[in-house]
């Protein structure tokens, strides 16, 4: 397939991507707030033990959404447009609804089946069990509804969505777990009623009822689905292996607490920065789907956006990195968690390499050649839960995040060894000069901090950052005002 360069569009798209950025932002930064007082809230209500069975219950609903619901959702956000363009919309959707129902139906029959080898195998008291089947129903709405309204650019609903299921959820949790005493169960049973009630909420925003007509299911286009989820499963297990497998092989060794300092360490960086993260994702790829199935060439906006990326992302990470003790202190209201900032620097960068490549697999899902993403985070996952098992006996805590941070570096290395033909990575080489010319300041300031003169911990992280920008600022209009 042949693609051309088209600045106008290219002009008109960067226009409308931003404006969406600005649709979503408030849900990502509230959505971020939020996940920042999860922990804090949690952590006060629950003991490590109780965290950590809360933890493994979280991955093992991740775990099952992954296999039988989650590619079901990407799959109609990737077709949609296509399928809007023929105007068979109640065709696709019947055919996404009725995938899903028989995904979720085979879940529960493999589940219940082989429950025991289920309790043997993720470590989960048999309530736990129980509690988690029934929460990937409203889930799996939730994650199919999502991408639809993300398909049709409903930024705003999106938006608002996203911040009621996060509060109402808090709420919920902390009130079944202060009136019914239900421990970790009740932030379960939280999750379920509030993603019921924004189940209602979607379907009404995302307008399917209107589109949704019970007709007989094409198998033409069923398979291109398939052919486009199910490796797209694949790879997020393989994801999920990568960031998620560490708590069951510790738990195995250490025991529930020691997965509750991991749980913490997690929930202070992959979730809460992700969600900010995703601000630049969650508003351009759709629009670049579009871009891409109109035959223009998307290489430079997404180049555009990788440098935006990088320059929001690294230098954040960094502080949290640098200043990881006090970090945790202040996210952290029991001080039997922690012992979580070990592994800080180690998964903010694995967090920092999984989201950039983001942008480095696009390449993979805009070809539809998603098989590939799935061997290379395979790959990646395997390298990964070796590390861990040979890493956690002797080093604990340390071993978790060593093998975390190598198993995403290696994902995101493979990514941009492998280039498809006419979808190579135009790299962002000014963002990235300008930002090393940034860092020599910030890296004086931080040195004379942490040997001379001594503040607040949130006033250095603060003004490190300050520097760094205003550095970064003054490049960019001097190198403008030169060209």
């Known amino acids: 397939m042949e693609f051309i360069e088209n600045k106008e569009v290219e002009k008109e798209q960067l226009k409308a991507i931003f404006r969406d950025m600005v649709k979503y932002s408030p849900s990502k930064i509230i959505g971020m707030l939020g996940n920042a007082i999860i922990v804090p809230v949690y952590t006060s209500l629950l003991s490590p033990d109780q965290y950590g069975l809360y933890s493994l219950s979280i991955a093992t609903l991740s775990f099952l959404c992954i296999i039988f619901s989650d590619w079901v959702g ?191 360490a997690y929930g202070l960086t992959l979730p809460l920065l992700m969600t900010i993260f995703s601000i630049i994702t969650v508003a351009a790829i759709p629009r670049i789907i579009n871009m891409y199935e109109e035959k223009i060439d998307v290489r430079p906006i997404i180049s555009r956006f990788t440098g935006y990326y990088i320059l929001i992302a690294l230098p954040v990470i960094t502080v949290i990195s640098l200043y990881a003790t006090d970090y945790v202190s202040m996210l952290s209201s029991n001080d039997k968690f922690l012992d979580a900032f070990k592994l800080i620097p180690y998964f903010a960068f694995g967090t920092f390499f999984m989201a950039i490549t983001d942008y480095t697999t696009l390449q993979y899902h805009l070809a539809n050649k998603t098989y590939i993403d799935f061997i290379i985070k395979l790959t990646s996952g395997v390298v990964g839960v070796v590390l861990n098992i040979f890493l956690i006996p002797e080093y604990g805590l340390v071993g978790v995040g060593v093998a975390t941070l190598g198993a995403n570096f290696l994902y995101f290395l493979l990514s941009i060894i492998i280039v498809l033909p006419g979808l190579r990575l135009i790299y962002p080489s000014s963002v990235i000069s300008r930002m090393l010319i940034s860092a020599v300041p910030f890296g004086i300031f931080y040195y004379i901090f942490n040997r001379f003169a001594h503040f607040p911990a949130l006033f250095e992280m603060i003004f490190l950052m300050l520097v760094f920008y205003a550095c970064y600022w003054a490049l960019s209009k001097t190198f403008a005002s030169k060209a």
């Open 74 to 264: 990407l799959s109609g956000l990737r077709f949609f447009k296509h399928h809007q363009m023929m105007q068979d919309m109640p065709k696709y959707l019947t055919t996404l609804v009725t995938m899903l129902i028989t995904n979720i139906f085979l879940m529960f029959v493999l589940a219940l089946t082989f429950r025991q080898s289920f309790y043997d195998f993720f470590h989960i008291p048999v309530k736990y069990f129980l509690a988690i089947l029934v929460l990937i129903i409203p889930v799996a709405i939730r994650a199919l509804l999502f991408q639809l309204l993300r398909a049709q650019l409903k930024s705003m609903s999106f938006t608002f969505s996203t911040i009621v299921n996060q509060f109402l959820t808090i709420l919920l949790s902390i009130f079944f777990v202060k009136f019914f005493h239900l421990g970790a169960v009740a932030l379960l049973l939280g999750m379920g009623v509030s993603i019921s009630l924004i189940d209602l909420l979607l379907i009404y925003q995302s307008n399917i009822l209107s589109w949704f007509k019970l007709q007989k299911i094409e198998w033409s286009s069923v398979f291109p689905i398939m052919k486009y989820g199910i490796p797209i499963a694949a790879t997020s297990l393989s994801a999920w292996i990568i960031n998620q497998s560490n708590k069951f092989i510790m738990n195995s060794i250490h025991g529930f607490s020691q997965v509750g300092i991991v749980g913490v």
